[in-house]
């Protein structure tokens, strides 16, 4: 069945250093693909995304890049701060405004002041 | 942009009883919303996709009668857990989307959730 995996579950980084989360999807019919943070005790929050007809994004300190061929898309951060700390959840859907979305299993990010 | 929410935000109820979860769209038509649930540490896992005015559909595994999910109106989607016991505790987040409206294309907007205890 589809399936998204993500990795590493866990990172700790020093502040002002980068943070990189990857995942790979399963199924090829998939091309949306948004990032979402979640803080405890929150919903989801969308903080960047990325479409199957673009190859990279970038919004200030956030960037996602998508190798369609692969079928890998990765998370950058950079210059961490304390606030960044958060769980972190990929996602992949298909065309369909409407169509369910499978989401990874999330990465724990510690940024470490 | 597009505002979800949840009510309750937090509910604790006594095992055996039924508890509904409600989930708006405030300033957006919502065509299709989704249900997920959430263990400790874990990602979301979909329940059931609810399309404005049809029945929900279901993911593997999770039982309809238990779940019932009933999205009578563009804005509103409800939850009814029945018959809620200990296993059930979790955290319950909705997201919504639409088809029809000025939102981009595929993207779900999420609520805030519900954390449902079941003593």
């Known amino acids: 069945g589809e399936n998204v995996e993500q990795h590493p579950s866990t990172l700790s980084v020093q502040e002002g250093d980068s943070a990189v989360i990857k995942c790979t999807y399963s199924?090829?019919?998939?091309?949306?693909f948004p990032w979402y943070k979640q803080e405890l005790g929150k919903g989801p929050q969308l903080i960047i995304d990325?479409?199957?007809?673009?190859g990279e994004k970038k919004d200030q300190r956030i960037a996602v890049t998508l190798n369609k061929t692969a079928k890998h898309f990765s998370l950058h951060i950079t210059e961490t701060q304390p606030e960044d700390s958060a769980v972190y959840f990929c996602?992949?859907?298909?065309?369909?405004?409407?169509?369910?979305?499978?989401f990874g299993t999330g990465t724990r990010l510690k940024v470490l002041a | 942009g597009a505002v979800v929410s949840q009510h309750p935000s937090r509910v604790i109820c006594k095992s055996g009883t039924s508890v509904k979860i409600e989930c708006r769209s405030l300033?957006?038509?919502?065509?299709?919303m989704f249900w997920y649930r959430q263990f400790p540490k874990q990602s979301l896992m979909l329940m059931a996709t609810?399309?404005?005015?049809?029945?929900?559909?279901?993911e593997q595994g999770v039982e309809k009668d238990k779940f019932l999910i009933n999205h009578a109106s563009l804005t509103l989607s409800t939850l009814t857990v029945t018959s809620a016991h200990p296993e059930d505790s979790s955290f319950y987040i909705c997201?919504?989307?639409?088809?029809?409206?000025?939102?981009?294309?595929?993207?779900?907007?999420f609520g805030p959730g519900t954390r449902l205890t079941v003593l």
């Open positions: 990325i479409r199957s007809n673009v």
């Open positions: 609810s399309n404005e005015g049809s029945k929900a559909t279901y």
């Open positions: 997201s919504a989307t639409s088809s029809t409206s000025r939102l981009s294309y595929n993207e779900q907007f």
């Open positions: 996602a992949a859907s298909r065309g369909s405004g409407t169509y369910k979305y499978i």
């Open positions: 300033d957006f038509q919502a065509t299709t």
């Open positions: 199924d090829s019919a998939s091309n949306y």
